[in-house]
């Protein structure tokens, strides 16, 4: 229980981002006393029927008492958070601890009257759903128990919020209002619903970056050459099926095109840029990135790709320089990927895009890849390229990120957007380093559940690059390994096995069952593969030797028999060459 010398301190651990429904973020944090105008200019946004379902009466605007009482809190007994972009309240959430007579009580009651407010411009990206969470992980912390809310019957929105959240419920009905109470104890049921809430917000997250409508690369040059424009190039020569503009703030302001970017208009701002930008690709010197994103915020741009080197990787200074970056970034709703970071890549004929540095664009297919490393992306890509045969098929690639410094987008998010991918069947990743592993492996075991899910991991015996935002995990490498394999995560060594397993995967279909019939033209052969089997918990049938001196139809026939084919759910074929 808080004591009285800390009930007023701020809780700065509360603090969180949070990812929407829509893909966006927003900041979670506690209200203060310094919120006053905040607030009174959040609620002067919220329509007549919002401010009406919250207090039940017209309320048209807040009293300074209200004000008072909405931004003091104990954040003990009084707890309200508040979820902002680019600093502004978009909804609020409090609780008030009640005693047994519903009136405003101290601990040691453990019952908390609790009550949403969203604006109208931001509702049905679940916001109130994710202010549920976090308030009831709140309250858990300061000894409550219980909640209770009050809700006019005609607010199906706020009904829903309570009784999708999962929790165990009681319902009431007196004087026109329902009254919901549930315990705050985490259920089966509400794990599973936070969890398909964040699978769902992190992928469609992903996807805005992986398929945006129009695209700005902004630090393009005005002549070939140079990252930025190399980046612009990529993405029109890759056939980019939506919208493409150039942003250069040296461009002289009678110029509309850059040298030999015909067809693609060309601006000194993004600010300039008249319609909706959905990515930005960002390669202009560290210094200038801040005025760059806030320009992308204030523009309503949804994600960043920041190519640009100078942070974590530099030492001291650009560590804190790429916290300043995060914290930028998600104050205005956006996601970023990187920054120092490669690309991304999404070759499906919807969209196109090679917004990488990737001269080529990939060969469609059906292997996703992720790579925190730049250099080993493009070696991924180039092995891929060469060994997956053909001009299209499923060896090529469905969609690729290089995260870069992984500051934000890490890939647990990429893990997210796969799980239910209609274009990914076979999932590849390099990683350097895990910062989580509790979660990674949590959505490791859901995605290799439905596809083949494939990692090497680098830096086993020593820290991952200093870029990366996260702290590695400390565990032994062997831990880590196990960790991985229970989830059911293929293991591999090297890069080379790495694009190997996923070119057999993306060829071969998973057996439907334990059985393996081993055919081949000897003995040896057949009883090593027979051995391997077994240590791998299968049940294979002894080995059908046809002996050296078997002809190529012999083979065919007994490999084609129906005895064959119905003793096992995978045959496998071992022959000496001869």
Known sequence: ??????????????????????????????????????????????????????????????????????????????????????????????????????????????????????????????????????IAAVARERGIRRFAAEVLPANSKMIKVFTDAGYTQKRSFEDGVVRLE????????????????????????????????????????????????????????????????????????????????????????????????????????????PETVAECGEHGVQGIVVVSAGYAEAGPDGRERQRALVRQVRSYGMRLIGPNAFGVINTSPEVRLNASLAPQMPRPGRIGLFAQSGAIGIALLSRLHRRGGGVTGVTGVSTFVSSGNRADVSGNDVMQYWYDDPDTDVALMYLESIGNPRKFTRLARRTAAVKPLVVVQGARHGSGPRGHAVRATRLPHATVSALLRQAGVIRVDTITELVDAGLLLARQPLPSGPRVAILGNSESLGLLTYDACLAEGLRPHRPLDLTTGASQVSSASARDSAAWKSAADAPVVRSSGR
Do not use: C
């Open 1 to 134: 229980m808080q004591t009285s010398s800390d009930r007023h301190e701020y809780p700065a651990h509360w603090e969180a981002d949070v990812v929407l429904r829509d893909g966006g973020t927003a900041r979670v944090r506690p209200i203060t006393v310094d919120d006053a105008e905040r607030l009174v200019s959040f609620y002067e946004q919220v329509s007549d029927e919002s401010k009406y379902y919250r207090f039940f009466a017209p309320y048209p605007r807040l009293s300074a008492k209200d004000v008072h009482r909405f931004t003091h809190h104990d954040f003990v007994d009084r707890v309200g958070l508040a979820a902002t972009v680019g600093g502004e309240f978009i909804a609020t959430v409090r609780y008030d601890r009640i005693g047994p007579d519903g009136a405003p009580a101290s601990s040691p009651a453990d019952e908390a009257e609790v009550a949403f407010l969203v604006q109208d411009a931001h509702q049905g990206r679940g916001i109130a759903s994710a202010l549920l969470e976090h």
């Open 182 to 289: 549930f315990g705050l104890e985490p259920t089966d049921r509400s794990l599973a619903v936070q969890q398909a809430r964040e699978q769902r917000a992190e992928a469609r997250s992903v996807q805005r970056l992986l398929a945006p409508g129009s695209v700005a690369v902004i630090g393009a040059g005005r002549t070939p050459g140079g990252v930025g424009r190399s980046l612009l190039d990529n993405i029109r020569d890759a056939g980019f099926t939506g919208r493409l503009y150039a942003v250069n703030k040296a461009l002289p302001p009678e110029r509309k095109e850059l040298d030999g970017a015909a067809g693609v208009p060309a601006h000194r701002s993004v600010r300039d840029i008249d319609g909706p930008v959905d990515l930005a690709v960002v390669a202009v010197p560290a210094d200038d990135v």
